[in-house]
């Protein structure tokens, strides 16, 4: 594992913690960052080293730097939705679709990963889309347009189930940090921004 992985993930994980116990009023914000800073000041490599053979760092890497989880499995948006609003997780992942760049992202993933895909009725979703009124629900895109990328299971353990990288780009619309994150760690890895 590469070192820079390895500090990647222990702090992401640490970061992710103090902000559930924000979100639980457990820690005010600025006793968060205190917190923070002391961990980025004093963390040893050792500490990190040890972290590293966790299967909770492997995890960390595989689903916020790689886009996949563990075995390469469906995520339930539904749960990672509960986070935000625990009432109506499936109202955040019709909001989430209600974006026109959601469906040109889907777009794109499924017209790279599934020959089936119907580019025909995913233009005429985006095209109803410019109606205000209009929300594409998980649901009527899978339906119509016989992706692959999302699957919607009724029932129970129901709900609407995504790729690991269509995952992630919900994950990186739900929690803005993430996405700053991952710049972050990809201009570290020499990522340049083009003219």
Request: hydrophobic share 35%.
């Amino acid at each position: 594992m590469e070192t820079a992985e390895a500090y990647w993930a222990y702090f992401i994980s640490h970061e992710r913690t103090v902000k559930r116990l924000i979100d639980k009023g457990i820690l005010d914000q600025e006793s968060a960052d205190s917190f923070l800073k002391r961990l980025y000041d004093n963390t040893q490599e050792k500490d990190v080293l040890d972290f590293s053979t966790s299967k909770g760092c492997r995890q960390t890497i595989d689903l916020y730097l790689r886009g996949r989880p563990p075995e390469n499995q469906y995520v339930s948006l539904a749960d990672l939705a509960r986070e935000e609003n625990s009432e109506a997780p499936s109202y955040v992942i019709q909001s989430w679709m209600r974006s026109r760049n959601t469906l040109e992202f889907l777009e794109m993933w499924e017209n790279k990963n599934n020959p089936e895909f119907d580019e025909r009725e995913c233009v005429v979703l985006l095209e109803a889309m410019k109606a205000p009124s209009v929300t594409v629900t998980p649901k009527q895109w899978i339906s119509k347009t016989k992706a692959t990328g999302l699957m919607s299971k009724q029932g129970k353990g129901g709900g609407t189930f995504a790729h690991p990288n269509i995952a992630m780009d919900f994950q990186m619309w739900l929690k803005p940090e993430l996405r700053l994150n991952l710049i972050n760690y990809l201009r570290e890895m020499g990522g340049k921004v083009r003219d």
